[in-house]
């Protein structure tokens, strides 16, 4: 028998990440399968890592794939160059699709239709819809026409009231079986320096440059608001990506504060301590966290933990953002403010994250909707076994 080949498409970081953990698994099952990818926004780094190689040019663009949070920002994209790339993209996708025996495809309209142009037969992942935000997903026109083709073979979703959802409107192939973003946060057993006699809040300032940067200055200032008002001993741990990392030196100058090896130190000798490596270490053992990010918030509300955010500046991490978030992951997010935080907010906020620290009956209920929202970990395999079968099935 061939090599089972399979070209993977996504559009977004948290696309990207969700299909590493299927080739992951894909692999598990299966070392000889022959894999591409093509991420039609950013640059494809998750890929990079797994060895996979990438088909087409990339470039990471202003929006990061947010254009449905801001639409003025979709004419940033084009002046650096969108159009000329998703051309190029889906010039090299119409030639090289023909070599490979099936598509997966995670994120929404844009790679299910570039999935259906090819005329080869896909599995979705459909990480960006969930029946959460509205009470009934709007499909439009064209979005059940490409999940209801038959070469659409399986539809994957992000909760089972999703799926559920989605047959009821006639997409009869829909099914929940765990997302894959749950399944790479098996701490590594990174030592984070933790004090057992302190709990531990989580820092998330989410994964994009500037975005991240300005983000963390801003949750910086909330530590030393909340370090004012606790009554209890908190240490602080952030997951930082490597290039926000690079970044710290600059932060801590305009806060006035130190910094000396992912160290942060303000003038009264508070302590936040930053890693670049730790992201799974850190969500595990956090009390609580404060996020600014899309997908490290779901996870860590998967993972059952109360979530804290304010808004930012955006392009990504906005209020329309965060309230969009608020709705798909329910009562484990707690919104703070309206508007990019300012020193009201940030007051605000820290008062609900002591609060939250001493409600034990609302810690236990982010426990249960943890698992409701975004379900156990496994998924990753299961999507990746229909893959092989429906390749098998189609060759």
Same mark, same amino acid.
């Given at each position: 028998? /061939?090599?089972?080949? +399979?070209?993977? #498409?996504?559009?977004?970081?948290?696309?990207?990440?969700?299909?590493?953990?299927?080739?992951?698994?894909?692999?598990?099952?299966?070392?000889?399968?022959? $894999?591409?990818?093509?991420?039609?926004?950013?640059?494809?780094?998750?890929?990079?890592?797994?060895?996979?190689? +990438? #088909?087409?040019?990339?470039?990471?663009?202003?929006?990061?794939?947010?254009?449905?949070?801001?639409? !003025?920002?979709?004419?940033?994209?084009?002046?650096?160059?969108?159009?000329?790339?998703?051309?190029?993209?889906?010039?090299?996708?119409?030639?090289?699709?023909?070599?490979?025996?099936?598509?997966?495809?995670?994120?929404?309209?844009?790679?299910?239709?570039?999935?259906?142009?090819?005329?080869?037969?896909? +599995?979705?992942?459909?990480?960006?819809?969930?029946?959460?935000?509205?009470?009934?997903? %709007? @499909?439009?026109?064209?979005?059940?026409?490409? *999940?209801?083709?038959?070469?659409?073979?399986?539809?994957?979703?992000?909760?089972?009231?999703?799926?559920?959802?989605?047959?009821?409107?006639?997409?009869?192939?829909?099914?929940?079986?765990?997302?894959? $973003? $749950?399944? /790479?946060?098996?701490?590594?057993?990174?030592?984070? %320096?933790?004090?057992?006699?302190?709990?531990?809040?989580?820092?998330?300032?989410?994964?994009?440059?500037?975005?991240?940067?300005? =983000?963390?200055?801003?949750?910086?200032? #909330?530590?030393?608001?909340?370090?004012?008002?606790?009554?209890?001993? +908190?240490?602080?741990?952030?997951?930082?990506?490597?290039?926000? $990392?690079?970044?710290?030196?600059?932060?801590?100058?305009?806060? %006035? !504060?130190?910094?000396? /090896?992912?160290?942060?130190?303000?003038?009264?000798?508070?302590?936040?301590?930053?890693?670049?490596?730790?992201?799974?270490?850190?969500?595990?053992?956090?009390?609580?966290?404060?996020?600014?990010?899309?997908?490290? =918030?779901?996870?860590?509300?998967?993972?059952?933990?109360?979530?804290?955010?304010?808004?930012?500046?955006?392009?990504?991490?906005?209020?329309?953002?965060?309230?969009?978030? *608020?709705?798909?992951?329910?009562?484990?997010?707690?919104?703070?403010?309206?508007?990019?935080?300012?020193?009201?907010?940030?007051?605000?906020?820290?008062?609900?994250? /002591?609060?939250?620290?001493?409600?034990?009956?609302? @810690?236990? @209920?982010? @426990? %249960?909707?943890?698992?409701?929202?975004?379900?156990?970990?496994?998924?990753?395999?299961?999507?990746?076994?229909?893959?092989?079968?429906?390749?098998?099935?189609?060759?």
């Amino acid at each position: 028998m /061939n090599n089972q080949r +399979i070209l993977f #498409l996504s559009n977004g970081h948290g696309e990207d990440t969700c299909n590493g953990e299927i080739i992951k698994a894909l692999l598990s099952l299966d070392a000889n399968v022959e $894999m591409a990818a093509v991420p039609i926004v950013g640059e494809g780094n998750i890929y990079q890592g797994l060895g996979v190689p +990438i #088909l087409t040019p990339t470039r990471t663009l202003p929006s990061g794939g947010f254009l449905y949070m801001n639409p !003025w920002v979709f004419f940033k994209d084009i002046a650096s160059g969108l159009i000329g790339l998703l051309g190029k993209q889906l010039q090299i996708i119409g030639k090289q699709a023909a070599y490979y025996d099936i598509l997966m495809v995670t994120g929404d309209i844009v790679v299910a239709a570039i999935a259906y142009l090819t005329r080869k037969p896909y +599995i979705i992942f459909l990480s960006a819809y969930s029946s959460y935000y509205e009470g009934k997903l %709007n @499909l439009g026109l064209i979005l059940p026409f490409l *999940l209801k083709s038959p070469r659409c073979l399986v539809v994957f979703t992000r909760d089972q009231f999703t799926a559920e959802d989605l047959q009821n409107q006639g997409i009869k192939n829909a099914q929940f079986v765990g997302t894959p $973003m $749950m399944d /790479n946060l098996t701490p590594r057993g990174v030592n984070l %320096n933790l004090d057992s006699e302190s709990l531990m809040i989580a820092i998330l300032p989410g994964s994009r440059i500037p975005e991240a940067r300005n =983000n963390l200055i801003l949750l910086l200032k #909330l530590v030393e608001a909340i370090d004012q008002i606790s009554s209890q001993k +908190i240490q602080f741990r952030v997951a930082a990506v490597a290039s926000l $990392m690079a970044e710290l030196d600059g932060i801590a100058r305009g806060l %006035n !504060w130190q910094h000396q /090896n992912g160290r942060l130190t303000n003038k009264k000798g508070l302590e936040v301590i930053c890693y670049s490596d730790s992201f799974a270490d850190i969500l595990n053992a956090a009390n609580l966290v404060i996020g600014m990010a899309g997908t490290a =918030n779901e996870q860590a509300v998967g993972l059952g933990k109360p979530v804290i955010t304010i808004p930012g500046n955006g392009p990504a991490f906005t209020y329309r953002f965060a309230e969009a978030q *608020l709705r798909l992951l329910g009562l484990s997010i707690q919104l703070i403010g309206t508007k990019p935080a300012d020193d009201f907010i940030l007051n605000q906020a820290a008062q609900k994250v /002591n609060q939250t620290l001493e409600n034990t009956e609302y @810690l236990k @209920l982010c @426990l %249960n909707n943890g698992e409701q929202r975004m379900g156990k970990p496994g998924g990753s395999l299961k999507i990746a076994n229909f893959v092989l079968i429906g390749n098998r099935e189609n060759t």
